[in-house]
């Protein structure tokens, strides 16, 4: 275990977007709420299998090139320097992959829905769940669906015809384009892009 890691400064996005009356001190977060409140739990977990999460057999497999970009969430085993008890659920984020100084594997870098960057150790997971990639297409075979994070440009302006989709961080609606007009509005919501992006989850603002 490497006590450095614990120490890294986690700096939040400063282009995070949170709704007006938006209160840190008062929020109770998807994480916290799934660590304490059984009931919660159990139709989160559900509501991530329904939309294709799944258990990864080896946590080591995070560390493969396939998972640079992939969406997912853990639990810690209880034996990490933060002293978070076994099973503690923690949202995750977007794989970045390996650095190049852990030659031996000993973890992983990943982007949280804030921005924040995080390097977790895979001596302290207990469970890793992430998205599945394959998705059986009505009327056709087996047909591969890419799990990819689909990037929006953050809006410049504003109108009386905003799109919203939720933030993964905190449950929130954020807007992602404002129309002109009404018409405008209803051709941005009814793209692929957008519909995926509302249907999974699974999108950011680019940089």
């Known amino acids: 275990m490497n006590p450095n890691l614990q120490m890294y400064e986690r700096k939040e996005d400063i282009n995070t977007v949170h709704r007006p009356d938006f209160n840190p001190r008062r929020y109770n977060s998807i994480q916290d709420m799934v660590n304490s409140d059984p009931e919660y739990e159990k139709m989160y977990i559900n509501k991530l299998i329904s939309e294709g999460w799944y258990k990864l057999q080896d946590n080591r497999s995070i560390l493969s090139t396939e998972m640079k ?61 992430t998205k599945n990639p394959y998705n059986k297409i009505e009327g056709s075979k087996k047909e591969q669906i890419i799990d990819k994070t689909v990037f929006f440009t953050r809006p410049g302006g504003f109108s009386k015809f905003p799109v919203f989709l939720i933030s993964e961080l905190n449950g929130e609606r954020i807007a992602v384009y404002y129309g002109k007009d009404k018409y405008a509005a209803e051709r941005f919501a009814a793209s692929k892009k957008y519909q995926y992006a509302l249907r999974t989850g699974d999108w950011n603002f680019s940089t």
């Not at 076994?86 to 100084?101: M, Q």
Request: aromatic share 14%.
């Open 69 to 129: 970009g992939r969406h997912f969430k853990y639990r810690l085993n209880g034996k990490s320097l933060s002293g978070a008890q076994k099973g503690t659920f923690r949202s995750g984020g977007i794989v970045i992959g390996r650095s190049d100084e852990d030659t031996e594997g000993k973890y992983i870098m990943y982007k949280a829905y804030n921005g924040r960057l995080f390097p977790l150790q895979i001596s302290d997971i207990l469970v890793i769940y």
